[in-house]
């Protein structure tokens, strides 16, 4: 038996969906790249990773996986095999794309975990697919949904802007957070290129709006953060759960905004553990 892809035709034709199904500019290359295989009906993780950053950091999770568990990652443009390309300028279009692949992947359809900007993008992307193909067919392909660095999406609108600010300011408000790799910092040509990355990576965090009104998820929706992550707030982490009408769980790591490259091992084991449980 072949691994098939998931069948969502009608979910491919809803409105949000629909839009972004005409051919890509030639320049553009996809945004799912397999970091690990998976075994046919073996779990499989889809990884997202923070403002600024590459698929490239999930790395650090392969030696932690059992043989034949899938890995994949969302590369954004402008980074790694995609740094020729230019940066992304609209999110609701960047989701589209993302999502339009997400439903040409094969079954069974990957747990997502999002970091921080990543959080975001995992869970806008669950609510794209899963409500397209509540409509259409009654199955929803997201059906576990991994959080981190992030306060629920309805408090970003409360968040101090920084993509504005001039490049003083923003590198103050980068290393605030602890967000400057130390081997980047060190070298000139890389510190502008990094900072240019981060700085479109923040414009489209801060145009998001998010939309009231819409019908919650159904996943179980599992949050994670550092104790000392300044980004976050307890009320905010605490309102991931009214958008689900699913199960939640929270998991708190020592460390700030960037304690998930200090616990790849145990991210990674979460994540595969959601993964792995039965569905409700």
């Known amino acids: 038996m072949t691994s098939r892809p998931i069948r969502l035709d009608a979910a491919r034709a809803a409105p949000e969906v629909a839009k972004a199904a005409a051919p890509a500019p030639a320049r553009r290359r996809h945004a799912i790249r397999t970091l690990l295989s998976p075994d046919e009906g073996a779990a499989h993780l889809l ?5 600024g950053a590459s698929i490239e950091r999930f790395y650090a999770w392969k030696p932690h996986l059992p043989a034949g568990v899938g890995l994949s990652g969302v590369q954004l443009p402008g980074r790694g095999a995609r740094a020729d390309e230019p940066a992304a300028t609209d999110l609701d ?4 794309e993302i999502a339009l692949e997400y439903l040409a992947l094969a079954a069974p359809p990957p747990v997502l975990f999002g970091h921080s900007f990543g959080a975001l993008i995992a869970y806008e992307l669950a609510m794209r697919v899963n409500h397209a193909a509540r409509r259409a067919s009654g199955i929803e392909p997201v059906t576990r949904l991994v959080v981190s660095g992030l306060s629920a999406p309805p408090m970003i609108a409360e968040e101090k ?3 504005h600010l001039d490049d003083a300011a923003f590198s103050a408000a980068v290393h605030s957070l602890n967000g400057m790799p130390a081997e980047i910092a060190q070298i000139p040509a890389s510190m502008r290129y990094f900072m240019n ?3 479109d990576d923040f414009r489209l965090y801060e145009s998001y709006v998010f939309r009231a009104g819409r019908p919650r998820l159904r996943c179980p929706i599992v949050v994670c953060s550092g104790r000392a992550d300044p980004s976050v707030t307890e009320h905010g982490l605490r309102a991931w759960a009214t958008l689900t009408e699913g199960p939640g769980s929270r998991h708190d790591f020592d460390g700030d905004h960037f304690y ?6 145990a991210l990674a084991a979460l994540t595969l553990e959601t993964a792995n449980e039965p569905i409700r």
């Open 47 to 51: 990884c997202i990773p923070w403002a």
């Open 93 to 96: 279009a960047l989701l589209d």
């Open 161 to 163: 802007r920084i993509a």
């Open 197 to 199: 990355v981060l700085r």
């Open 260 to 265: 998930i490259e200090r616990h790849a091992a």
